[in-house]
């Protein structure tokens, strides 16, 4: 097995609070997953694997997800301190996007008292917050530039499979990519 994964480039994908769309689009990927198989050993992911702790010496991780709560917050920045390349990957971990249009309506408090209060039939705010299952909701929804120094910005809602590859094929033979123009930076 070690021989297998040797000179290959250790890949992980994460997400954050997200949809998981812009791991969808990876997988749209098709016959371009076989070659990356060939030169990936993806050594981290919630596609497609069960690591269940973030490992050392990564070399790349695409960052799906914008950061909503502690959890969030704890895991990028385990991916930061054991990563050479950060990737945000899709518009909700650029922007926030859909993940931060809970920012509007006020601090965490208001968003729980919202939806797990007013929301509901029985109006029982603050016993209905399923004790414990919850990671506690940060006051804003942050983009994970605010969090970490991030390599490249790959925008998209989510990024199509054509700039995913266009992005990390180059990768592979040890180049950045050319993060520039409509096909490449575009949002939505
Ligand atoms: Fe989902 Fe779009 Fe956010 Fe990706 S960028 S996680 S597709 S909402």
Redesign the pocket.
């Known amino acids: 097995m070690a021989q297998e994964t040797q000179g290959k480039i250790r890949l992980a994908t994460i997400?954050l609070a997200?949809?998981?769309?812009?791991?969808?689009?990876f997988l749209d990927l098709d016959e371009f997953l076989i070659d990356l198989a060939q030169k990936v050993e993806v050594v981290f992911s919630p596609v497609g694997s069960d690591i269940k702790d973030y490992p050392e010496n990564v070399d790349v991780c695409l960052v799906?997800?914008?950061v909503a709560n502690e959890e969030n917050l704890a895991l990028l920045r385990q991916v930061r301190e054991n990563t050479k390349l950060v990737i945000a990957?899709?518009?909700?971990?650029v922007t926030t996007?859909?993940?931060g249009i809970r920012n509007q309506k006020g601090d965490q408090n208001e968003i729980l008292q919202r939806g797990y209060g007013e929301l509901t039939d029985e109006h029982q705010w603050p016993q209905q917050i399923p004790g414990g299952i919850l990671p506690p909701l940060l006051p804003k929804v942050l983009p994970i530039s605010a969090v970490v120094p991030i390599d490249i910005y790959l925008p998209?809602?989510?990024?199509s499979a054509e700039r995913i590859k266009a992005a990390i094929a180059p990768l592979l033979e040890g180049k950045l990519p050319a993060m520039v123009g409509r096909e490449m930076i575009k949002f939505g």
């Open positions: 997400w997200g949809c998981s769309g812009c791991h969808m689009s799906e997800g914008a990957f899709g518009d909700c971990a996007n859909v993940t998209g809602c989510p990024p």
